[in-house]
Nanobody, 116 residues
Framework: QVQLVESGGGLVQPGGSLRLSCATS????????AGWYRQAPGKQRELVAS???????KVADSVKGRFTISRDNAKNTVYLQMSSLKPEDTAVYYC??????????WGQGTQVTVSS
């Protein structure tokens, strides 16, 4: 069974930074697209950022210039570096993987709260 283990969430003040990590047991990680979604209370889940197997990245307009996604295939891990955090970034952040064969895997979610 594929596992995705997220870490790095927590409480941070506005303007602060956090780095989320998602480590996976998926052996085909290097050929998969990896990314992060988030869901705030009362809102739909939205794509925050993704990175393909060829390291092409996509970032939502709402976080462009503040968030950076990266991956380390040697560690089977995808990261989300979040800077200049705003209260509206408060949400549960979910890691996901989309394999070459279109199988999807999701993490359990990690809470990020931006508040003074």
């Amino acid at each position: 069974q594929v596992q995705l283990v997220e870490s790095g969430g927590g409480l941070v003040q506005p303007g602060g930074s956090l780095r989320l990590s998602c480590a996976t047991s998926l052996s085909r990680f290097s050929t998969s697209t990896a990314g992060w979604y988030r869901q705030a209370p009362g809102k739909q889940r939205e794509l925050v950022a993704s990175v393909t197997s060829s390291f092409s990245t996509k970032v939502a307009d709402s976080v462009k210039g503040r968030f950076t996604i990266s991956r380390d295939n040697a560690k089977n891990t995808v990261y989300l570096q979040m800077s200049s955090l705003k209260p509206e970034d408060t949400a549960v952040y979910y890691c996901y993987l989309l394999t070459y064969f279109k199988n999807e895997y999701w993490g359990q979610g990690t809470q990020v709260t931006v508040s003074s």
